[in-house]
């Protein structure tokens, strides 16, 4: 198996810009990325291309791939769509590894994009619930704010874990978005304001929620060994994890964990050959506040059950022991669903390079940064592990 | 509006909503409700039919917020607001997710005894979606 090293990661602003096409936001995500390669790469010798995205605004698309290769001046490249609801691009990026460490592509590109604001209102709900076991959560009236709101309940149930405990991640990545010029939602947000939100499903507010948002992403990774030819600071990406569990929530012998996380996680560090601990920072799957929590658990951050005293001890802020969402995260940077993983991505490769875009955000000394990208309540879920070249 | 879940899908698993019929594993009796088409806990794939009692109690619960629920249910949410859903522990073993119906929302709790009933879920494409909703045992 040959070294994977990422050179170039490129992310649009996320947000709402109904006035930009799906072709526009992507080309501005892969011009970024090909910027960002500081020595040069032409887009022809691209070899292949995984984007990731769940329905390009509610409508599906055939050939979706090709055309986004077209939009970016990459036309040749062997390319696909890849689809996994949340985690479509965190997959793309698993699959564009693989194809470089097989010795099958040279340089190979994981993007992601998905344009949320083109629909009607009543149209992104029919499509939003799509992604889970939708012929019994759905015909009970739940999208995924209720899916997780009953995993919520059941975490203060069985570990007494409080209301503001869960509340705590959104206020921590509201508060972390203000300084990132790439996120949606940069007002900053108190606990108590986050408390006292209206209902969305409850025991969760609407603060403890992400929101509609337009984005794309996409790095590029290459042979380690050709790196230095692209770049003078490749990342590494050193493990890569997968899982997967049963669609439904009802199915699943534990509501508290992500099984198919844990495994992600599990296979991650075994290829990396390090363990949580070794973990400097990490981009979780924030969609939902409780689904932070979640992560600490199912990716050994803190004993199981132990999320709640976790994050009140303050171990997870920008300035604590392991920051966890510097960027803002799902519930702040934004989640335009199919860009999330790679937008993780962005995230992560710009830190270990010391390329934050604002002083304010940089991380300081850090070696491993982790991904970790969830497709509905945890269908399907990728983790990757990356590490800074000295 | 289309509706997502077609006539022929819901109509092909009618008798496991309205008649609350399970699958049995011929192998190692795990119930599977809602059925599935391989057993969850030895791999088997050959069933029986067994009717389940309905009875059960709540494992966990949500209160949707209006304009929260799948697009199917705004004509409802129009006229009652929040949706009441959660997950039903039934006394025979598997869980399911569902809707509550005829239940105080603010007694609503981890552990509180339910029995299923048939209720309308939605009305589209010109006929009536019934399906077994949850309610209070007094």
Known sequence: MMDVAVIGVGQTRYGMFPEKSLKELFHEAALAALADVDKGLDPRDVDEAFVGTLSTGGAQLGNFAPMMMEACGMVGAGARHIENACASSGFALRDAVSAIASGRAK?????GIEKMSDLPRERNRLWLGISGDVEWERLAGTNFAGIYAMMARRHMH?????????TMAAV???????????????????????MAAPNLASPLKFSDACGITDGASMAILCRAE?????????VLVIGSGAGSDY????DRPSMTMLKGAFEAGKEAYTTAGITSDDIDFAEVHDCF???????????GFCDRGKSGPYIESGATLRDGARPVNNSGGLIAKGHPIGSTGTGQVYEVVNQLRGRADTQERQLSGARYGLTHNVGGSGAAVAVHIFKAVE | MTSYISLPTYSSNIDERLRMIAGKCNQCGTLAYPQRPVCIKCGQNKFERVPLSGEGKIYTFSVVNGGGAPSEFDEEQTMTGDVYCGIVELEEGPRVMVRFTDINPE????????????RRLYDQEGFLRYGAKFTQVA
Do not use: C
């Open chain 1, 226 to 234: 050709m790196a230095r030819d692209f770049t003078d600071q490749p």
């Open chain 2, 107 to 118: 007694q609503l709790k981890i552990g509180m005894k339910v029995r299923a009933v048939v």
């Open chain 1, 158 to 166: 069985e570990f007494g874990t409080k209301k503001e405990h869960i």
């Open chain 1, 107 to 111: 340089v190979a590109v994981a993007a």
């Open chain 1, 247 to 250: 669609v439904a929530i009802h």
């Open chain 1, 289 to 299: 506040a409780i689904a932070e929590l979640l992560a600490y658990e199912d990716l």
């Open chain 1, 172 to 194: 921590k990545n509201r508060n972390n978005a203000v300084a990132n010029p790439k996120a949606q939602f940069r007002a900053p947000l108190t606990l108590e304001q986050g």
